[in-house]
C-alpha cells in the first residue's frame, strides 16, 4: 500500500541517519552495497551523499593518525 511505502522509506530515511553519526569501515561498506540496490532516487542520492562524507571523513581520520 501507499501508506507501506511511504513508512518503508521513512524508516530507511532513518536508518541512514544513524549511519551518517556513526561513520566506520564497516558502514562504508554497508553504504555502497546499499546505495547499488536500492531503487528509490531519493533514497539513493542521499546514501551516496553520506558514503561520499563518511569516506572523506575516514580519509582526513587516517592521515592525521600518519602525521
Do not use: C, K
Amino acid at each position: 500500500t501507499v501508506t507501506q511505502h511511504a513508512f518503508d522509506g521513512n524508516r530507511r530515511l532513518a536508518a541512514l541517519g544513524y549511519l551518517r553519526a556513526h561513520p566506520d569501515v564497516d558502514n562504508v561498506l554497508l553504504l555502497r552495497d546499499y546505495v547499488a540496490w536500492e531503487a528509490r532516487p531519493m533514497l539513493r542520492r542521499r546514501a551516496a551523499a553520506i558514503l561520499a562524507g563518511m569516506e572523506e571523513y575516514l580519509a582526513a581520520e587516517e592521515s592525521v593518525e600518519r602525521a
